[in-house]
C-alpha cells in the first residue's frame, strides 16, 4: 500500500514505513500525479507545467531524472510510463488524502465517516510549495472545500447533528479563515443545545475575526440570526435573506488613489446623488477605484453592495438579464422584465456597481428607470463617456500620481512609481532598483502619464530587461504611434505603446494565444482557452506572470477589456485565422452547451444550470456565430439546454428571439421541400416550439397561436414525436392556466404516452405533476395523489432535486385535500429542505404556502401566518405574480380566523387585484370567493348570490373553491326567506368575469 498527504504536509508511506523524497522536482510531480490519479498524460504536458522555465528539450530530461528517482525510492509497479506518457498504475494500491475531498458525495445522508473526511481537510494543500500550478489547485480545492461544507452543514442542521455541526464548524474556522456560514451553523447549534450563552461568545468570535483579518463587520444575515436567536425565534422558520455583498475579491494589492477614494465616499454619501458615474479612458483604473470604493461601502447599504460586470455584453437589451443574474433575481412570466426588477428594487437599500457601461450606453436610461423606481439604491457606474443624464454625477479619473520632474526625492510616495515597484516585485521578489532604475521608471510612469494598465504591462518586463531598456522601448513605440493616423476619438496612446512593447516580446505561441484568447466572453475556463487557443498551461501562466492575462478566485481566465480589444485587432489582420478561430469557438460552446442537456435533466441539473450560467455569455456568442453561418450541427441539443436554462432564469424575450433567430435563419436558408426527416426539418420545429413556449411564458400566445401549430403541424407532418409532444404539453399548460381542465387532461395524457414511447422519464414526471394539479383542480384528490406519486418514483429514480421537491408538494396538496394532514406536513417539508439545499426559492415558496394550508387547517393561525409570509416574501422578490393571488388569499383567511377583519378585507381586495393582472380566471375566481364575506358584511346581498351562482357555474372553477362557494351560499340562503332570496336575479349567460369585477370595484368603497 503507497500513502501519499498532500494536505498540511507533503509525506509517502510505503506499507506504513516513511519513504524520504529530498528532490523538489520529484515531489512536485509525485504530488501532480497523484492529484490526477485516475488519468495519463503526455510527456510533454507534464514537463511544460512543471518546468516551464525550461525549454522543451532540458524540461523532458527533468522530467526523465525525476521519474527515475521516484521508481528507485518508491517502487516502478506505482508507475505506468512510456515514451508517449506517464501516469499512477490505477492497478496498484494507492491511497491519496485528497481524494477524500474530491470525490466525497456530499449529497449522501451525513454519516460519521463523511462528516470526518470533510472536516478533516484542514492542512494546506503542498506546503512550501509555490508554483502556478499548485496556486491554482489551492485555489480550486478551497472552493470544492467550501461548497461541499456549506453542503454538509446544511445536511447535519435538516437532521438535527448539533455536535457534528460543532465539529465542522469549528474545523473550517482552524483553518485560519474567517467563514460566516460556519460561524452561523455554530450559532444555531448552540442555541439547539440550549447554551444561549455560547450563541453570543461565538457571535463576538465572528465579530472580532472580520474585523481584525478584513476589517469589515458582520454580514446582515448573521446579525439578523444573531438577534433571532437571541429573543428565542426558530431559525428555521426566518424568511430568507439575501448575500449582503457580491464584489469580487482583488488577487493584487490595491496602491494610491486616497483622496479618489475619500471624494468618491463623499460623493455616495449625498442623498441627491443616485447615478454616480467615474468616466476615464480604458486603463486608467476605473473598475478598480469603483470596487475598492465599494468594499469600503458595504455595511452603508442594508441589502447589500452588488457588481454587474457589462463588458462581455453587446445589446443593451442584455443589460436587465445581466443585473437579474447577479441579483439572484429570477424573471416569472406574464409580466415585463423591467417592471419585475423595478418592483424588486423597490424597498431595497443597495449600491449597484456597474462596470464597463459604454458597451452598452444606449441602455443607460434602465439604470434612471431603476432609480426613479426605488429611493434607496444607488448607481455607481464606470464608463470612458459621460452618460448624459439628468441623475448623473460625473467623476473623472485621470492617471496616477508621478513627479512631473527628475527630482528623485521621495519619489516612492508617488502612485504611479509605487504601483511599479509593488507589480515589479511580485514578478521578481529580489528586485531592488537602484537609483538609476528609480529615475527610469519616473520616466516610464511620464511617458504613460500614470495609467496604472500601461504601468503593470512595463513592470513585469524586470526580470528580463532593465529598467532603461523598458523605457526606450516604450518611448520608440510612441514615438512611432505618434506617426500614424489617428483612428478614433481616443487614441491611448500610452496605453498602446506599453502593449506594443509586450507584444513585441512575446514569443509566437505567446502572441497565437492571445490572439485566439480575445474570441472569448466573460472569460473562460481553462480546458476552453487550452483546446481553443492550442496553448500549453505553461504558455498561459507565462502570460499571466506578464500582467496581459488574468486568473480569478475560481481559475478562470480573462482579458483586460483593452487589452482584448488591441488582441483582437492583431487577430482580425488575418481573417482566415479570425474565422477559423471564430468557429472553433463556436463549435465548442455549442457542443458544451449540448452537453448539458442530459445533466439538466438528471441528478445533475443544478451543476449543470451552474456551468451554462457561468459561460452564458460564450453560448450566446457561439450561438450569433452558429446562427449566423448556418452551422447547426449539435443544435437541437444546444436549444434544449439553453431553453431549459433561460426558461428557469426567466429570460423569456431572449428565448423568442433566439428561437425567432433559429427560426428565420432556417426558412432562408431552404424550403421543406424533399427534406423529410431531414436534420433541419426538426431543429426547426424545435425552434417554434420554443418560439411558442416562451411566448405563452410572456402570455402572448392569447389571441395568436400560429406559431405553436406550426410546430405542432411540422411534427406531425415529419413524425417528430418528441416535438410533438412539446407542443402539446404548451397547449395543456395554457389550458390548465384558463381553467379548461378537462381539455388540459385530454392533452397532457396525450404527452404521457408519447413519453412513455420515448421512454423520457423527466418529461413523463413533469406531466404527471401537472396530471395531479388537474385531478385536483377537479376534486379528484385520489387520483391526483396516484399522479404525484408516479411522479415521485420517477424523480427519484432520475436523481432530479427540482423534481423531487416539485412532486413531492404536489404529493402535499392531495394530502391535506384528503384531510391526511400529518402526511401533508411530511411531504411539504420534505420539499422544503430539498428546495434550501438546492437554493431553489420558487420551491422554497410554494412549500412554505403549503405548510401554512396545513397550520391553518389545524388552527394553529399565527404558524400559519408565518409561512405565508415567508412564501409571501419570497414570491415577491422573486417577481413570481402568477403566485401572489393564492397567497393573498390564504393571507386574508387567517386575518379573518384572526378576527382582524380590516386585514381580512385588505388581502382580499388585493387578491383579486393580482389576479386580474395576471388574467388568471382561476385565481379570479378564487378571490371573489374569498371576498364574498366582506360584501355580505357590507349588506350587498343581491351582489354576493350573483356572484357566487356565477362562480359555482364558472368552467374554470376549482373543485375545492366551488364547494367553498356552495358553502357560503347555502349558510346565505338560510338567512333569507324561504323561496324568496329577496334579490335580483342576473341573467349569468350574458356576462363575464369583468362584469362582477367592476361591480367589486364599484362596491368596495360601499359602507359597512
Not at 448552540?190 to 478584513?214: F, M, P, W
Not at 423595478?342 to 437599500?349: D, P
Not at 504613460?448 to 494598465?453: D, F, I, R
Not at 401533508?824 to 431553489?840: P, T, V
Request: net charge negative.
Amino acid at each position: 500500500m503507497l500513502e501519499i498527504c498532500l494536505i498540511g504536509r507533503f509525506e509517502v508511506r510505503r506499507d506504513g514505513e516513511f519513504i524520504e523524497i529530498p528532490h523538489r522536482s520529484a515531489q512536485s510531480l509525485l504530488a501532480y500525479l497523484a492529484l490526477n490519479s485516475q488519468n495519463r498524460f503526455r510527456r510533454e504536458k507534464v514537463a511544460g507545467l512543471l518546468w516551464h522555465a525550461s525549454d522543451e528539450k532540458k524540461a523532458r530530461r527533468q522530467l526523465r531524472q525525476a521519474l527515475w528517482r521516484l521508481r528507485t525510492l518508491i517502487g516502478g509497479e506505482y508507475f505506468l510510463a512510456d515514451r508517449v506518457s506517464i501516469g499512477l498504475n490505477p492497478d496498484a494500491k494507492i491511497l491519496v488524502d485528497i481524494d477524500s475531498l474530491k470525490y466525497v458525495n456530499v449529497w449522501a445522508e451525513p454519516s460519521t465517516d463523511l462528516v470526518k473526511s470533510i472536516s478533516n481537510y484542514c492542512g494546506e494543500f503542498l506546503p512550501g510549495i509555490y508554483e502556478q500550478w499548485v496556486d491554482l489547485e489551492r485555489q480550486r480545492l478551497e472552493t470544492v472545500f467550501e461548497r461541499n461544507m456549506l453542503i454538509l452543514l446544511g445536511h447535519l442542521e435538516d437532521n438535527n447533528r448539533w455536535l457534528d455541526i460543532l465539529q465542522c464548524g469549528e474545523a473550517w474556522i482552524s483553518r485560519g479563515e474567517v467563514p460566516e456560514p460556519a460561524y452561523r451553523s455554530l450559532m444555531i447549534a448552540h442555541h439547539r443545545l440550549g447554551d444561549i450563552s455560547t450563541v453570543s461568545k461565538v457571535y463576538q468570535r465572528c465579530v472580532k475575526a472580520l474585523g481584525e483579518d478584513l476589517g469589515v463587520s458582520p454580514s446582515v444575515e448573521t446579525r439578523t440570526l444573531y438577534e433571532q436567536l437571541l429573543t428565542d425565534e426558530s431559525p428555521e422558520e426566518l424568511p430568507p435573506i439575501e448575500y449582503d455583498h457580491a464584489l469580487p475579491q482583488a488577487l493584487t494589492t490595491f496602491i494610491g488613489r486616497a483622496d479618489e477614494i475619500t471624494e468618491l465616499g463623499k460623493r455616495l454619501a449625498n442623498p441627491s446623488c443616485r447615478l454616480l458615474t467615474v468616466i476615464g479612458p480604458g486603463g486608467i483604473g476605473k473598475t478598480r477605484l469603483a470596487l475598492q470604493v465599494a468594499h469600503t461601502s458595504i455595511d452603508d447599504y442594508r441589502d447589500g453592495v452588488f457588481f454587474i460586470p457589462l463588458e462581455s455584453l453587446d445589446s443593451p437589451e442584455l443589460i436587465l438579464s445581466k443585473i437579474a443574474n447577479i441579483l439572484g433575481f429570477h424573471f416569472s412570466e406574464g409580466i415585463e422584465p423591467k417592471q419585475q426588477i423595478e418592483n424588486y428594487l423597490r424597498e431595497k437599500e443597495m449600491l449597484l456597481v456597474v462596470d464597463n457601461l459604454e458597451q452598452v450606453i444606449s441602455g443607460a436610461i434602465i439604470l434612471v428607470n431603476i432609480l426613479e423606481a426605488s429611493q434607496n439604491v444607488k448607481i455607481l457606474a464606470t464608463s470612458r463617456e459621460r452618460l448624459n443624464l439628468t441623475a448623473e454625477w460625473v467623476f473623472e479619473i485621470h492617471g496616477m500620481t508621478y513627479p512631473e520632474d527628475d527630482s528623485l526625492d521621495e519619489v516612492e510616495t508617488y502612485g504611479a512609481v509605487s504601483l511599479f515597484l509593488d507589480r515589479a516585485k511580485r514578478i521578481s521578489s529580489d528586485f531592488a532598483p537602484t537609483r538609476n532604475d528609480l529615475r527610469f521608471i519616473t520616466q516610464i510612469c511620464q511617458l504613460v502619464e500614470g495609467a496604472p494598465l500601461a504601468i503593470e504591462l512595463s513592470a513585469v518586463w524586470v526580470r528580463g530587461l532593465s529598467c532603461e531598456e523598458i523605457y526606450r522601448e516604450i518611448e520608440e513605440n510612441i514615438d512611432f504611434l505618434d506617426e500614424s493616423p489617428r483612428d478614433g476619438p481616443e487614441r491611448q496612446s500610452s496605453l498602446k505603446a506599453s502593449f506594443n512593447h509586450s507584444w513585441k516580446l512575446l514569443s509566437d505561441q505567446e502572441t497565437t494565444t492571445l490572439r485566439k484568447l480575445s474570441v472569448f466572453r466573460g472569460g473562460c475556463q481553462i480546458e476552453a482557452a487550452k483546446s481553443i487557443s492550442s496553448a500549453k498551461l505553461s504558455i498561459l501562466i507565462g502570460l499571466v506572470d506578464k500582467s496581459l492575462l488574468r486568473i480569478s478566485n475560481s481559475s478562470r481566465y480573462s482579458l483586460h477589456p483593452l487589452i482584448r480589444q488591441f488582441s483582437k485587432e492583431e487577430l482580425l489582420k488575418d481573417q482566415d485565422e479570425w474565422k477559423s478561430t471564430k468557429e472553433f469557438h463556436s463549435r465548442y460552446y455549442v457542443d458544451f452547451a449540448a452537453e448539458q442537456s442530459a445533466n439538466i435533466r438528471a441528478a445533475g441539473q443544478d451543476n449543470a444550470l451552474n456551468r451554462i450560467n457561468e459561460e452564458i455569455e460564450n453560448i450566446r456568442a457561439a450561438t450569433r456565430w452558429a446562427i449566423d453561418t448556418r452551422a447547426f450541427e449539435k443544435f437541437e441539443g444546444l436549444l434544449e439546454s439553453l431553453r431549459m436554462f433561460l426558461d428557469i432564469r426567466g429570460w423569456y424575450a431572449e428565448g423568442i428571439r433566439i428561437c425567432a433567430q433559429v427560426v428565420s435563419s432556417l426558412e432562408s436558408a431552404a424550403s421543406l421541400e424533399n427534406k423529410s426527416g431531414s436534420e433541419n426539418v426538426a431543429l426547426l420545429a424545435q425552434a417554434l416550439a420554443g418560439q411558442s413556449w416562451f411566448s405563452h411564458r410572456l402570455y402572448s400566445l392569447k389571441d395568436d397561436d400560429s406559431i405553436l401549430k406550426k410546430a405542432h403541424s411540422i411534427a406531425r407532418e415529419f413524425g417528430l414525436k418528441e416535438i410533438q409532444g412539446d407542443c402539446l404539453d404548451t397547449m395543456a399548460v395554457i389550458a390548465l392556466r384558463d381553467g379548461n381542465y378537462q381539455y388540459a387532461k385530454d392533452l397532457f395524457l396525450k404527452c404521457l404516452e408519447i413519453w412513455r414511447e420515448l421512454e423520457n422519464n423527466w418529461w413523463q414526471g413533469t406531466d404527471l405533476i401537472c396530471l395531479s394539479h388537474v385531478a385536483r383542480s377537479q376534486g379528484c384528490f385520489q387520483e391526483g395523489a396516484q399522479f404525484s406519486g408516479d411522479a415521485l418514483i420517477k424523480f427519484r429514480d432520475l436523481r432530479n432535486p427540482w423534481g423531487i421537491a416539485s412532486a413531492l408538494c404536489a404529493r402535499g396538496a392531495c394530502a391535506r385535500e384528503l384531510n391526511n394532514l400529518t402526511n401533508a406536513m411530511n411531504f411539504y417539508l420534505e420539499s422544503l429542505i430539498i428546495s434550501k439545499n438546492i437554493g431553489w426559492r420558487s420551491g422554497v415558496a410554494r412549500a412554505s404556502l403549503g405548510l401554512s394550508h396545513v397550520k391553518f387547517l389545524e388552527g394553529e393561525f399565527d404558524e400559519a401566518m408565518k409561512h405565508c409570509l415567508q412564501s409571501y416574501h419570497i414570491f415577491s422578490e422573486l417577481g413570481k405574480k402568477v403566485e401572489i393571488p393564492a397567497v393573498l388569499t390564504i393571507m386574508a383567511s387567517i386575518h379573518r380566523s384572526l378576527g382582524d377583519f380590516e386585514s381580512y378585507k385588505k388581502h382580499s381586495w388585493e387578491a383579486i387585484d393580482s389576479a386580474l393582472e395576471i388574467e388568471s380566471s382561476p385565481e379570479i375566481l378564487r378571490a371573489f370567493v374569498g371576498a364574498s364575506p366582506i360584501l355580505i358584511k357590507a349588506g350587498e346581498i343581491e351582489t354576493v348570490v350573483n356572484l357566487l351562482t356565477f362562480t359555482i357555474q364558472h368552467p374554470a372553477i376549482k373543485y375545492r373553491d366551488r364547494t367553498n362557494a356552495e358553502e357560503l351560499l347555502s349558510d346565505l340562503r338560510k338567512t333569507l326567506p324561504q323561496n324568496d332570496y329577496g334579490v335580483e336575479k342576473v341573467d349569468l349567460v350574458n356576462v363575464d368575469i369583468n362584469f362582477f369585477s367592476n361591480l367589486i370595484q364599484q362596491n368596495r368603497s360601499v359602507p359597512e
